[in-house]
């Protein structure tokens, strides 16, 4: 007698239904058990309105978590930084597998860099995040675009290139990847230029709380490195002023660690370029480094905060 399906939910985007079909695979190979997609209609898809006037990116959870309580779907897969920081005690984050390439990237029209840009450019975003980021670069390098928000899928926004009305868009590079269209990207931006957004490229797979036999299943696909990374990106909090001008942009360390439930005001939001020592806020936690070729995780704790940077 076959088992019956396991229903994963996830939003109708080519780019959700490819992450989750790839989430779906491997939680089929786990279980033994189908897996059968239920494409769910969130807010943020069927609104045209720009995100920071809708509730920012949460919108895009929030139909899959009620479906989540009401039962109709088993699990959901998210993308981890669309995610609220504050988790319902009702769900949990049953696995966070490896995670894509965090960075942004940006594509353009005749194959050009962000600094070959002509003067005047129109460079499309729909993250209030990468907005700014970008526009504090223009005003630091004495360059001239505009940033445009926009909505849309991948496709839609690709468009707005290819048929001139915008000169270049910035993506994340962990989307493209997914949908297979890598080959487009003209720039991988720095992270110096644009800092990825807390948990970007990861994935979350979301179920109840209650359903421990789906849970210990999910855990097979949980990546414990990517977890820690992604935890301590998450765990303090964000800059109140552009990430691109902000000392964590030019430091080696992505993000600085912190407590799984405490702010940190260390060496990072003090202002000073040259603070090195980061936070470590108890429980420790791995951090996210950036090598030459690739993103690792690093298993072990930074210096203790000193005198004038401590944790509140």
């Known amino acids: 007698m076959t088992e019956k399906a396991l229903r994963l939910g996830t939003r109708r985007s080519k780019l959700a239904m490819a992450q989750s079909g790839q989430v779906a695979e491997a939680v089929s190979q786990v279980t033994g058990r189908p897996v059968e997609l239920v494409e769910i209609t969130t807010y943020g898809d069927v609104s045209r309105e720009h995100l920071a006037q809708i509730g920012g990116t949460g919108v895009f959870v929030a139909a899959l978590r009620e479906a989540l309580a009401r039962g109709e779907v088993d699990f959901a897969v998210h993308s981890l930084k669309d995610i609220p920081t504050t988790q319902p005690d009702e769900l949990v984050v049953a696995a966070i597998p490896v995670r894509e390439?965090?960075?942004?990237?940006?594509?353009?029209?005749?194959?050009?860099?962000?600094?070959?840009?002509?003067?005047?450019?129109?460079?499309?975003?729909?993250?209030?995040?990468?907005?700014?980021?970008?526009?504090?670069?223009?005003r630091s390098h004495g360059m001239d675009f505009?940033?445009?928000?926009?909505?849309?899928?991948?496709?839609?926004?690709?468009?707005?290139?290819?048929?001139?009305?915008?000169?270049?868009?910035?993506?994340?590079?962990?989307?493209?990847?997914?949908?297979?269209?890598?080959?487009?990207?003209?720039?991988?931006l720095s992270v110096d230029t644009v800092l990825p957004a807390p948990g970007q490229g990861a994935l979350a797979v979301e179920t109840t709380a209650d359903n421990a036999e789906l849970i210990a299943a999910l855990a097979e696909l949980d990546d414990l490195f990517t977890r820690a990374a992604v935890t301590a990106e998450r765990s303090c909090s964000p800059p109140s002023r552009p990430a691109?001008?902000?000392?964590?942009?030019?430091?080696?360390?992505?993000?600085?660690?912190?407590?799984?439930?405490?702010?940190?005001?260390?060496?990072?939001?003090?202002?000073?370029?040259?603070?090195?020592?980061?936070?470590?806020?108890?429980?420790?936690?791995?951090?996210?480094?950036?090598?030459?070729?690739?993103?690792?995780?690093?298993?072990?704790?930074?210096?203790?905060?000193?005198?004038?940077?401590?944790?509140?």
């Open 101 to 138: 390439d965090p960075r942004d990237v940006m594509i353009t029209r005749d194959a050009l860099k962000l600094t070959d840009l002509p003067r005047g450019a129109r460079i499309g975003t729909g993250s209030p995040r990468r907005m700014a980021q970008l526009n504090a670069y223009a």
């Open 146 to 188: 505009e940033t445009v928000p926009i909505r849309g899928n991948i496709d839609t926004r690709i468009g707005y290139v290819t048929k001139g009305d915008l000169d270049a868009v910035v993506l994340a590079a962990a989307g493209l990847n997914r949908v297979g269209r890598s080959d487009e990207v003209t720039d991988f």
């Open 244 to 312: 691109a001008a902000h000392p964590w942009a030019r430091s080696p360390i992505s993000w600085p660690t912190g407590g799984l439930s405490r702010k940190c005001a260390c060496a990072a939001s003090s202002g000073r370029p040259t603070a090195r020592r980061w936070c470590s806020c108890p429980p420790p936690v791995p951090y996210l480094r950036r090598t030459r070729r690739r993103w690792r995780s690093v298993a072990n704790s930074p210096p203790r905060c000193s005198r004038r940077a401590r944790p509140v």
